[in-house]
């Protein structure tokens, strides 16, 4: 470590190398600022410090009152490619799951109805799950399906993988999709099912789908822990031949 740093970004600059290097192995927990401190012999305000800058640049998650999470390869969204979750962690060498926390027909609310273009009180198809990671939490999702749609996942068990991949080989038109991304504090039920404080920033991904029609059949709602995810958004110059301006709807993939 080069001394003329500042004490908190050598100490980052240490922690970043014994990620890279596998001496922290990624999905495992890092020490805790307590043993950090007894290690460098120093205050916790470096630390800190040092753990927050790792945090910021997705490489552990957690850290508030337990040890973080080494997260050493964050995997990356194209912005006009958010489709299968199951699709994009099987693409970048990562394995999958789910725990559904509710799949039942309810009636539709005055804001889900207007969202999905229906009635309220008309029957929709809500779908809630905690998706993984190789194994640790990764996102919670919540879907909600216009009911000619959605009474096909009745015969579907939402435990056992790809819900458009189950839909779509079931004939469903799943056309195009759009995407709104924002960042959201966990709330206290979300803290519970992805294993964070209450309040931690996630990543919100709201998708609206149509079909070739043009009419709405599903919109959804996915909260991603932070570091499961990047999202890569690419620009053109104002001046481009293309017309940069417009949306292209994407197809999802299965």
Not at 81 to 106: D, I, K, M, N, Y
Not at 171 to 181: P, R, V, Y
Request: glycine share 8%; net charge negative.
């Amino acid at each position: 470590m080069v001394a003329a740093q500042p004490l908190h970004q050598r100490l980052a600059a240490e922690f970043r190398a014994r990620i890279a290097s596998g001496r922290w192995p990624e999905g495992e927990q890092a020490p805790s600022e307590a043993a950090l401190c007894e290690e460098f012999g120093t205050s916790r305000g470096p630390v800190r410090q040092a753990l927050a800058t790792l945090r910021s640049e997705g490489l552990i998650v957690g850290g508030q009152g337990r040890s973080p999470l080494v997260r050493r390869n964050v995997p990356s969204h194209a912005a006009s490619a958010l489709g299968s979750f199951t699709a994009w962690a099987r693409e970048h060498g990562h394995e999958p799951g789910q725990r559904t926390v509710l799949q039942a027909r309810v009636p539709a609310s005055a804001a889900i109805a207007e969202l999905l273009q229906v009635e309220p009180g008309d029957p929709v198809l809500e779908l809630r799950r905690v998706r993984t990671l190789d194994g640790a939490p990764a996102l919670s999702e919540v879907m909600y399906f216009v009911w000619d749609l959605g009474k096909r996942l009745m015969e579907f068990d939402p435990d056992s993988g790809s819900v458009n991949r189950f839909l779509l080989d079931a004939g469903a038109d799943l056309f195009a999709s759009t995407h709104q991304i924002d960042a959201v504090a966990a709330t206290a039920s979300d803290a519970g099912q992805l294993g964070l404080a209450e309040g931690a920033p996630l990543l919100r991904v709201r998708r609206t789908t149509t079909d070739a029609a043009g009419d709405v059949v599903e919109y959804a709602e996915d909260r991603y822990v932070p570091g499961v995810t990047t999202v890569i958004v690419e620009n053109r110059l104002f001046a481009a031949p293309s017309p940069a301006l417009r949306s292209v709807p994407v197809r999802r993939d299965a």
